[in-house]
């Protein structure tokens, strides 16, 4: 299989030609490396998510509680 680099014969430019890359074996790094950022950026967006979620919850019972306390000191 002819492989067409995007650069000129005798030239090794990984960075720049994917065949180079692909030659190397550095192109499933560069995905290996792209899907553990994609995977970082999840979690963290997970975490934002929980948080709103957990002070949205706190918020609502303390008002639950300030209200069931009201309820029982005007009886």
Not at 10 to 24: L, Q, Y
Not at 40 to 51: D, G, K, N, S, V
Request: charged residues 25%; glycine residues 6%; contains cysteine.
């Amino acid at each position: 299989m002819l492989i067409e680099h995007q650069h000129k014969p005798g030239e090794f430019d990984p960075g720049r030609c994917r065949d180079c890359a692909r030659e190397t074996d550095l192109l499933d790094h560069y995905h290996h490396v792209q899907q553990q950022e994609r995977t970082i950026r999840q979690a963290h967006r997970w975490a934002r998510q929980a948080r709103r979620t957990t002070t949205w919850a706190l918020w609502s019972s303390g008002v639950a509680i300030l209200l069931a306390a009201i309820a029982l000191l005007t009886g």
